[in-house]
């Protein structure tokens, strides 16, 4: 000890010089003859881990101790002929130990290291109980590698630990009731020397229903594809706000490339396994929320390309961006290949003399988009002129200069760089690139009177139009307006659409076209939320908002398959392709299949002889209505390529099926926000009940069809 | 708000009819309909996304055809590649129509140049200079679309023209029908709705009754869907998807029962294209009028994707070669059922598109453009209306890129139609609210 204490600081001074002194002649200030180092010169080595120690000679044998004794000691660690130390399971004191090395043949030949020992990194492999109620708790924590004076999180606070084994932990603690419904991590963490902090296991934690089942189901009926008996215990649990921040933090599930070339598994185009890979996202994802707005999204912008693999890069970065910004959102679709190539902004070049440049999207993204053919007061309605006539937003004029602005764009090479010339070969993977030759330089002048100056490049001219349209005061209306009918209500009032409105220009940190907080304003409306607190005969009859909106037959499918519980299988299996792909044209709506920009129904739809805005019902006639009743029958009875349902006598809604009444609440839960009218639950429960106890699974499917083919299901309220 | 969705069911016969067991033998209504031949029909095709007519009929004579080919440039047709027509030599159709040529040349079947929407006869100077109230949202799809059927001021108008004509029409000559008069097969459409009638929509799979696996069940499972869209709810769209169920139950089973009475007709259609199948089923539903109990109908079908802003020659060949021989089938159908000189079927489109083409080998949004009118009763072989000047900044142009201010109105259009159809002419501005404006309501390509 005494000797390598003295000599550890000329040996580091040695070791500086040698590597740091290339230039000076060997041997002049050197060590000297005999003179060696051990790399590292000093270690950090955890209990229980080993560290490998190499001397700088290499053409001499060693051998080795630990703190002067040769091979080392359980209590200090051991160390093998090769210089491989493996340090103690518990620490010694002092929890330093020097490594030393001996020259065979010359023993006053000596070099060493400093070790400091540190505690070892805790691994939890299971809690119990996995579940605690809101109040005092106490937890057991089974591991490896916990050593005295460890600490316990739990969520953002800490627990009281009573006792420490190197394998359990016992603590006791506080659940509040802001963490019931959650998941709370629980982190064990080893004092010092080497503090460190081990995996994350949760324990759930149960409390008092922050909101009720109807408030959560209709919830979850705006906030996702649909609410199962899992998700609606969930939200009863955390509450609505608590859920809506779970969901803005859930990373987005991305669609696959599905093999190319097309394959067999596709069928004719690769864009059938695209869309068989939405029921899976839909059904399955964990990002409910995101992929609710990014359908809402698809079919704002609608760019559906029927080949390739055109659809999962523009899936993907419509919900990566649901709850980014609205300009940000405008730029990814305009940049887009598959925008490019459905409006063909893809190789459109500057017009030469005798053309005009492709106004497609320079029309169709002011009309459809971003402003609409109109200009909107901030609550959406129409403004009109003196003799009451709407006043058109942009002249034919404006949409020419535009299309002139949005010239020269073209697809990516593959490595994603930009091309020359134009580019005719399909690049679905990266966004489009300018090719400046390509571009109209000329002025433009846009909306409002704002001009590009001559001579912009493309990229300036593509964000000063998009600005100036951003800038324009018809977005937050036009855009929230449809938002809300997409996943609250056809016709919201005036004062709602301006509440939202006014979320979309500043979301009170002085940012336009903040998606979070917009959406947030949507779901957290008193309009949103007027049903939650009726009855369901009040909410039939006395409802607190004539509202609503009809389940689109997309929505509708992937509603019944996840209030269902349909058997999960692999999205990149790719089982659904004749479901998705063929099936669903029976109702009108397969996904990303719509027949035109104007999407599968028109934000606009009046029902005849009514003035009920209802964009759903365009699609909702009396040839429609029929094969929708079929395909329930087809999916209930796994008649057709839609995942398993399982109503047999033992699953889930068949066991309750020998008692109607109950049968028909627990259907009532899940599909109809507990809000079934009595006079339907009635009718319901006796045609149930005339159905043989017997048949345990026919009075299931009966049931199931009949709630979710009725217009009070498919009115979602 | 008005329920008059529902009106049609206050007729007792027709709740019994939609009830699945119930409804009335068709024996009995057959003979109640067959004893009168007064039976007409009109079809509306619609060619979705703006049909480039001036691809469609194009001048032959040498002069037009060289300055036809300057402008269009890259999307210029040959000119030997142009089907002639002998009755009009100075004019030739895409090559893709070699059906709708014969038709023509046989008489069966004319063209109306540069027609639109108009509120009220328009010039060049007079639109330049704002002095007229054009249609509102010129270029745009859907408001042109929506204007063509509801033939109004605006596409907020509600209903259309059709269904303006059913309002008038439907109870003097469908008393007692078991179906509304008009039949969409292309989904739900302003053109059908009127203010007291509504249409009856139509898959191009045909009616029929949902599917059912619940066996013993399916009587009592039917029976209880029955009473629930019969139940009454404070959720007006609760009542109206209610009225439309019920009304789907109804007209289901009254149309797959008369369609599976029938005898089928021997004519072929090309029904791989959907547009080829829903003429099809047109023909289906004429060959049952007299099991309908209906001696007046309109039907609405459509084709898609005729928004050609790129590749215009190659797309428009497609979706053309769809349509012509689907009309031909049609009339050869209307021929065997001996309804040619009763059915006119006719084409409508958003609008035409631009004249001159764009950078893309396409052609944007315009307005006046060309349509078809086909059947016996049609004086055919003829061109009707004024042919637009084919000049970038002529007397026909918006402005300077070949947007054709159009010379007849869709409202002369319909008018000549609907007066064909039977309306009273004391009901035309019922219909047709702005046909006073023009000179004349009857354009004689029908008699």
Known sequence: MRRSSILAPVIVVLALMISSCALTPPGSTGPGPGAFTISPSTANVRAGGTQQFTPSLTTATFTWSVNGVMGGTAATGTIDATGNYTAPSTLPSPNTVTIEATETTKKSATGSSAVTLWNPIPQISSVSPPQVTVGAFTLTISGTNFVSGATVAFGGGTLTVTSVS?????????????????????????????????????????????????????????????????????????????????????????????????????????????????????????????????????????APIEQDNAMPFYLNTLAGDAFTNYRTIMQDAALSPAMGDYLNMVNSGKPPTGQIANENFGRENMQLFTLGVNLLNSDGSLQTDGSGNPIPTYTELQVEAFARAYTGWTFANPDGSSPSSFNYTHNWLHFMVPVENQHDTTSKILLNGTTLSAGQSAEQDLKGALDN?????????FVCRQLIQHLVSGDPSPAYVARVAAVFANNGSGVRGDMKSVLTAIIMDPEARAGDAQTGDQADMSPAVDGGHLREPLLWTMNLLRGLNAAQTPATSYLYVNFMSGTLTSVGEAPIDQSSVFNYFPPSYVIPQTTLNAPEFSLENTGSVIPRMSLADKIIHNEDSAPVIDLSATSVIGQQASNPAQLVDYLGMLFMHSQMPSDMRT???????????????GRAEVAVFLVVTSSQYKIMH | MSHSRRSFLTNASLLAAGNLLGFRPFGMLNALAQTSSDYKALVCIFMFGGNDAN??????????????????????????TLLPLTPAPNFALHPSLPEVQSLFNSGNLAFLANVGTLLQPTTRAQYQANSIVPPSNLFSHPDQQLEWQNQLDSSAGSTGWAGRIADKMNTQYN???????????????????????????????????????????????????????????????????????????????????????????????????????????????????????????????????????????????????????????????????????????????????TFQPNSADGTDHAWGSHHIILGGAVKGGQIYGTFPTLALGGPDDVASNGRWIPSTSSAQYAATLAQWFGLATTDLPYVLPYIGNFSSNNLGFLG
């Open chain 2, 175 to 353: 008393p007692g029908a078991l179906v509304p008069m008009i039949a969409s097969i292309s989904g739900d459409t302003l053109f059908c709705n009127g203010t007291g009638t509504s249409p009856v929509s139509v898959g191009s799979g045909g009616p029929g009754t949902p599917s059912c696996s619940d066996q013993s069940y399916c009587s009592s499972r039917q029976t209880t869907a029955q009473q629930f869209a019969n139940m009454s709810s404070g959720v007006s769209l609760i009542q109206e998807d209610n009225a439309i169920t019920n009304n789907a139950f109804t007209y289901n089973t009254v149309l797959a029962g008369a369609l599976n009475a029938a005898t089928p007709l021997t004519t072929v259609f090309p029904t791989t294209t959907p547009f080829g199948a829903q003429l099809a089923e047109v023909a289906k539903l004429i060959n049952v009028r007299a099991a309908l109990g209906v001696k007046r109908q309109i039907f609405f079908v459509g084709a898609g994707n005729f928004d050609t802003h790129a590749a215009q020659l190659a797309t428009q060949a497609t979706l053309l070669a769809e349509v012509s021989p689907a009309l031909l089938a049609f009339y050869q159908a209307l021929q065997e059922m001996n309804l040619a000189n009763q059915v006119t079927a006719f084409t409508c489109s958003d609008f035409a598109r």
């Open chain 1, 683 to 697: 009718a319901l429960i006796d045609t149930i009940t005339a159905i043989p106890a017997t048949d345990l699974q």
């Open chain 1, 166 to 302: 190197s394998t359990q932990i016992i603590a006791t603690g506080t659940a509040t009731a802001a963490q019931a419904g959650f998941s709370v991590p629980l982190q064990v963490t080893n004092p010092n020397p080497g503090s460190s902090s081990s995996n994350s296991i949760s324990a759930q934690v149960i409390g008092a229903a922050a909101v009720s089942a109807t408030a959560a189901a209709r919830f979850l009926d705006q906030t996702s594809f649909g609410p199962t008996a899992t998700t609606i215990s969930h939200v009863e649990q955390i509450g609505l706000q608590a859920a809506l921040t779970e969901q803005f933090n859930q990373p987005t599930t991305q669609f696959s490339e599905p093999p190319s070339p097309d394959t067999a598994v596709c069928g004719f185009t690769n864009w059938r396994c695209t869309q068989s890979e939405f029921l899976n996202v839909a059904v399955w994802g964990n990002d409910q929320f995101r992929q609710r707005v990014a359908m809402a999204l698809s079919e704002i912008f609608v």
């Open chain 1, 469 to 477: 349209i951003f800038a324009h005061p018809n977005v937050g209306p």
């Open chain 2, 55 to 80: 691809n469609m009929l194009i001048p032959f004579d040498t002069t037009g055809y060289n300055n036809y080919a300057t402008i269009r440039g890259p999307i210029a047709l040959a000119q030997n």
